[in-house]
């Protein structure tokens, strides 16, 4: 009796470290990472047939968080956020372009909504020996399980659970998006001083406010599989926009209505991963533009477009 006890405590022990070693385990460390570790890195983008270098810093100091991301290339520009404070750094005023600010490429891992991946994706570990940036790295494939979503291919730091690379790969697997650390610390001395813009730099502050919520005066007849609305009420974004914004718990797609006076036929755009559609809707005597830009395939954007719909959802 104690050697079977013994025997399914083992068996036990050993499944439960399975169980956290599953493709989502890895990422929601991964998720984790980005709010609780300190690093500084340099990372490569590429998107398009462009490509730029980034550094990207973040740290705890005197208990307040500092994160700072800095183009490397072209005009340099900066992005340096302090708690809710952001700053826009320009190399001089003449480099100044009013809304020009950074992408930021890895905070859109920050909210991954678990428990709808596995709806859209078949997340599968498929090599543990992976090196990137001179660091050990575990990489996951999240392949999407119909037309409507990219495929995904993470690399995972073994010791801290950090973004090392990710790849947009499209349904015919060709690579749309890469993002790539060349470098990166864990363990950097970082000071205030390395979060404050140089006396000749020209400074955008801005406060991030969360938008109004509003009524939602929209709704979808149908949706991809996984996806679903991540505010049940719309965001008002000026006097005449409102925004939705649908989630799959990896790709999202932003939806924006807007009211204007001129009738436009639906068009696509892509830039890389990312597409944007738009097109008027006639609803009564008002015309509403409609825009939604997502990392999504044009399937998708052209199929939201047909099956938005005026009023409340019908349940």
Same mark, same amino acid.
Request: glycine share 6%; with cysteine; net charge negative.
């Given at each position: ?43 490569? &983008? ?105 495929? &995904? ?138 825009? !939604? ?15 938005? !719909? ?6």
């Amino acid at each position: 009796m104690i050697r079977g006890l013994i025997m399914s405590l083992l068996l036990c022990a050993s499944s439960s470290l399975l169980a956290a070693q599953t493709g989502v385990d890895w990422l929601t460390r991964m998720t984790d990472s980005f709010d609780t570790l300190s690093y500084d890195g340099v990372f490569v &983008h590429q998107e398009a047939g462009m490509m730029n270098s980034m550094r990207v810093r973040r740290g705890l100091i005197g208990g307040v968080e500092y994160e700072s991301l800095e183009d490397l290339d072209g005009q340099r520009i900066a992005v340096i956020r302090i708690d809710d404070s952001v700053i826009c750094v320009f190399p001089d005023v003449g480099d100044y372009v009013a809304g020009v600010t950074l992408a930021e490429p890895l905070r859109r891992f920050q909210e991954l909504d678990k428990d709808r991946l596995t709806q859209a994706y078949d997340i599968k570990i498929v090599d543990k020996s992976q090196r990137i940036a001179s660091r050990k790295a575990v990489k996951l494939k999240l392949i999407p399980k119909d037309e409507y979503r990219y495929g &995904h291919e993470f690399w995972i730091d073994k010791s801290t659970g950090f973004l090392l690379k990710h790849d947009v790969l499209s349904l015919d697997h060709q690579l749309l998006e890469r993002i790539q650390f060349t470098s990166v610390s864990f363990a950097p001395d970082l000071k205030e001083a390395d979060f404050t813009p140089s006396d000749d730099s020209y400074t955008q502050h801005f406060v991030e406010v969360e938008p109004k919520v509003v009524k939602r005066n929209w709704h979808f007849d149908w949706l991809p599989q996984g996806f679903a609305l991540v505010w049940q009420e719309a965001r008002r974004m000026n006097d005449s926009t409102n925004m939705m914004l649908l989630s799959d718990g990896m790709s999202t797609v932003s939806v924006f209505v807007e009211q204007t006076d001129k009738k436009r036929p639906q068009t696509i755009m892509n830039l890389g991963a990312t597409i944007a559609g738009e097109m008027s809707i006639q609803v009564d005597e008002q015309m509403y533009l409609l825009t !939604m830009v997502g990392e999504v395939p044009a399937v998708t954007i052209q199929r939201l477009m047909a099956v938005i !719909m005026p009023g409340p959802d019908n349940d």
